[in-house]
């Protein structure tokens, strides 16, 4: 059964970059899917990050383009979030998880709250 | 950008009554890319709907999603007591973009 967890720091500083990592088990995440991240808001809801298959094949939400970057780790089965020159805005829950063919996802970690602030 | 609005943003219903929820796109989505997820309180969401009317491996046969282009719908036939949540519908089509949500509420 595949299960993926996050794990990062839970406060980051404005202007800092916020980095997290998915840890994926009980799947191969050289399987040919894609995994990625989304968040959520209060305020703007849920806002899809990135994805990113396994051979190093990247896709960016627009508006957070700039920002992102997404890695994966097959070795350690794992993939990380990185997150560059946040504000409060970027305060949310962040979920990583599976996306087949980067469509929907359908597995999702517990998710992780981080909060920006100085 | 795809902009989904769900409609309404709360439905208030009891137990057994059938369930209507509404995700209209701002242009069509191509290829009916779309997904229905449940979220409960401090619970990730939920993929329950893919390709419109696809059901999720798990999710009972009460659930079903139909629509196409613009217009798509979330029908849960009989309300069970674990039905009360919020309802995201996501197109896939272009991009990933999420509705704001239909929360689902006992009457």
């Known amino acids: 059964q595949v299960q993926l967890q996050e794990s990062g720091p839970g406060l980051v500083k404005p202007s800092e970059t916020l980095p997290l990592t998915c840890s994926v088990s009980?799947?191969?995440?050289?399987?040919?899917?894609?995994w990625g991240w989304i968040r959520q808001t209060p305020g703007k809801g849920l806002e899809w990050i990135g994805s990113?298959?396994?051979?190093?094949?990247?896709y960016y939400n627009p508006s957070l383009k700039s920002r992102v970057t997404i890695s994966v780790d097959t070795s350690k089965s794992q993939f990380s979030l990185k997150l560059s020159s946040v504000t409060a805005a970027d305060t949310a829950v962040y979920y990583c998880?599976?996306?087949?063919?980067?469509?929907?996802?359908?597995?999702w970690g517990k998710g992780t709250t981080v909060t920006v602030s100085s | 950008e795809i902009v989904l609005t769900q409609s309404p943003g709360t439905l208030s219903l009891s137990p057994g009554e059938r369930a209507t929820l509404s995700c209209r796109a701002s242009?069509?989505?191509?290829?009916?890319?779309l997904a229905w997820y449940q979220q409960k309180a401090g619970q990730a969401p939920k993929l329950l709907i893919y390709?419109?009317?696809s059901t999720a491996t798990g999710i009972p046969d009460r659930f079903s999603g139909s629509g196409s282009g613009t217009d798509f719908t979330l029908t849960i036939s009989r309300l069970e007591p674990e039905d009360f949540a919020v309802y995201y519908c996501?197109?896939?089509?272009?991009?990933?973009?999420f509705g704001g949500g239909t929360k689902v509420e006992i009457k």
């Open positions: 390709g419109a009317s």
């Open positions: 998880g599976r996306l087949p063919a980067n469509s929907y996802m359908d597995v």
């Open positions: 009980g799947y191969s995440i050289s399987s040919g899917n894609y």
């Open positions: 242009q069509s989505v191509s290829n009916n890319y």
């Open positions: 990113m298959y396994h051979s190093g094949l990247t």
């Open positions: 996501q197109q896939y089509g272009r991009s990933l973009t």
